[in-house]
């Protein structure tokens, strides 16, 4: 498990956006200690992830918490699709 600290750290958010996240559904943790400190596990980690990538496409952060969320939601598909979006991304700046 990784506090939101360390979190925040590894993958270059502010803890408030982790914050925001959590407050609006989209990236929960996987458990909050007694003390109210949110804690995330590999999952939470790999969710974060698939968020930044989305954000990175600039896809608004309601669209992605209806993304991820949905049952039929096809982890492998869906990484294909970024990989595909960010080389059309890049043919574009090119």
């Known amino acids: 498990m990784m506090t939101v600290n360390e979190v925040s750290k590894l993958a ?5 956006t982790l914050q925001y996240y959590d407050s609006i559904g989209l990236l929960k943790p996987a458990e909050y200690t ?8 590999d999952a939470a980690m790999e969710r974060l992830q ?11 952060l ?18 294909e699709q970024q990989i595909e979006l ?3 991304k890049k043919e574009h700046l090119e």
């Open 50 to 60: 698939q968020i930044l990538l989305f954000r990175e496409l600039e896809f608004p």
């Open 34 to 41: 007694e003390s109210g400190y949110r804690l995330y596990d």
């Open 62 to 79: 309601k669209e992605i918490k209806e993304i991820v969320t949905r049952p039929d939601f096809d982890k492998k598909k869906a990484l």
């Open 86 to 88: 960010l080389t059309m």
């Open 12 to 16: 270059g958010v502010s803890i408030r």
